[in-house]
């Protein structure tokens, strides 16, 4: 069983900067690969971006956050990053960590379990 608790969200003006964090507690953390996705008021959760188990350059991004965002992680202290640059109003929502649990698809939720219980940006014009 793995347990996992974001932190980092907060108010922001766009164009700054925020750097989620995402501490796991139980299970093998290093062995699983990590994503990041986000549900804004009414509408579905999507996907961000997600990372390999021995992260290095396998990342993966949505189009909307490329060249803005990046994922990272620290297996020796069990915690995965989301650096968010150069944020926008859009970027406002509950911001969410999962282990990517099943085969298939990074870019789709139901390929993940283990859900973190969320943190809230908002991105003020």
């Known amino acids: 069983q793995v347990q996992l608790v974001e932190s980092g969200g907060g108010l922001v003006q766009a164009g700054g900067s925020l750097r989620l964090s995402c501490a796991a507690s139980?299970?093998?953390?290093?062995?699983?690969?990590m994503g990041w996705f986000r549900q804004a008021p009414g509408k579905e959760r999507e996907f961000v971006a997600a990372?390999?188990?021995?992260?290095?350059?396998?990342?993966y991004y949505a189009d909307p956050v490329k060249g803005r965002f990046t994922i990272s992680r620290d297996n020796a202290k069990k915690t995965l990053y989301l650096q968010m640059n150069s944020l926008k109003p859009e970027d406002t929502a509950v911001y969410y960590c999962?282990?990517?649990?099943?085969?298939?698809?990074?870019?789709?939720?139901?390929?993940?379990?283990?859900w973190g219980q969320g943190t809230q940006v908002t991105v003020s014009s």
């Open positions: 999962a282990v990517h649990y099943y085969s298939g698809s990074y870019y789709s939720p139901t390929k993940y379990s283990y």
């Open positions: 990372i390999s188990w021995s992260g290095g350059s396998s990342t």
């Open positions: 139980g299970g093998t953390f290093s062995s699983y690969d």
